[in-house]
């Protein structure tokens, strides 16, 4: 059993960058903006049926991808004005419920335009690189370093320009922010972009590996609210070490106990971390003064 384990990591860090994909985004918008955006999972969702569509039309995979991810980023924009900003001052249960009622609308319009039956996206890459020891697919080597490179974009959108400056200025005091003219509204289509921009890079690429259907986002944003708690929230470094670390523990936990087990090894590990470190790991712990 021991020889598989070089493969089971590889087929964990490959699932776990599409789990850190999905909670950078969704890191990005709770951090800065404090709304626990269950619809994060239709973004998903809708990147994959988009780009299915787009390559169904005739359209090169990567455009389409391209296509869909800037579609994604103005239904994001939208969903905030809609549903999130009339209330914004309301309680975090009344977002939550509204969360939740963006994503089944969403899932239903999902539902009308394609239907139940599940699609496949056609590969763009299907070659197979083999050494001694495991297997790697072209197209998973895309997705771990599709994780770097949103990464460093991300990294130097907040920390290189005007605009990221006001979206730190915002998520440390949004008050002060505002009082300083920094504008709540250019802030939130921004941070609401971004956030379901990487959401729809995730599904394109996973739409591409395995089969879409309408309920496609319930999992994997449910996974990222995991990796949210498991890394800390608000942490960049978190959403990604910890969609790393939930993909091979799931991997391992399927290959070597049971895969009826793989989503309770997930939830089982957030419970031990947050018996050690209740911030998660790397969160920095409140202080009441």
Not at 33 to 60: C, D, K, Q, R, S
Not at 112 to 123: C, K, Q, S, V
Not at 152 to 177: E, F, M
Request: a positive charge.
């Amino acid at each position: 059993m021991l020889e598989l384990l070089p493969q089971q990591l590889v087929n964990g860090l490959a699932l776990g960058s599409t789990y850190a994909l999905v909670a950078l985004g969704l890191t990005l918008i709770f951090g800065v903006l404090l709304i626990p955006n269950f619809a994060h999972g239709e973004f998903y969702m809708l990147g994959a049926f988009i780009t299915y569509a787009l390559v169904a039309a005739g359209l090169n995979f990567w455009l389409a991808m391209l296509v869909s991810v800037v579609c994604i980023m103005a239904m994001g924009g939208l969903v905030d004005r809609l549903v999130f900003r009339p209330i914004e001052t309301a309680p975090a249960l009344s977002l939550m419920i509204s969360a939740l009622a963006a994503s089944i609308i969403l899932q239903q319009v999902a539902t009308m335009i394609w239907g139940t039956e599940p699609r496949t996206i056609p590969a763009p890459l299907t070659g197979v690189i083999r050494t001694p020891f495991f297997a790697v697919t072209q197209l998973q080597l895309v997705v771990m370093a599709s994780v770097a490179a949103a990464f460093g974009a991300v990294w130097l959108v907040l920390n290189r320009s005007r605009l990221g400056l006001a979206i730190r200025a915002t998520a440390q005091n949004r008050d002060a922010a505002m009082l300083m003219g920094i504008s709540m509204p250019q802030v939130r289509f921004a941070t609401f972009a971004m956030g379901a921009a990487l959401g729809a890079i995730a599904g394109a690429l996973l739409g591409a590996t395995f089969p879409i259907y309408p309920s496609m986002g319930v999992n994997p944003v449910l996974k990222a609210f995991v990796v949210l708690v498991l890394g800390g929230i608000g942490s960049l470094w978190g959403a990604i070490f910890g969609g790393l670390v939930l993909g091979v523990a799931e991997v391992l936990v399927a290959g070597y106990i049971a895969s009826e087990l793989q989503d309770i090894g997930a939830f089982a590990i957030l419970v031990l971390v947050l018996l050690v470190r209740p911030q998660g790991l790397f969160g920095r712990a409140q202080v009441e003064r």
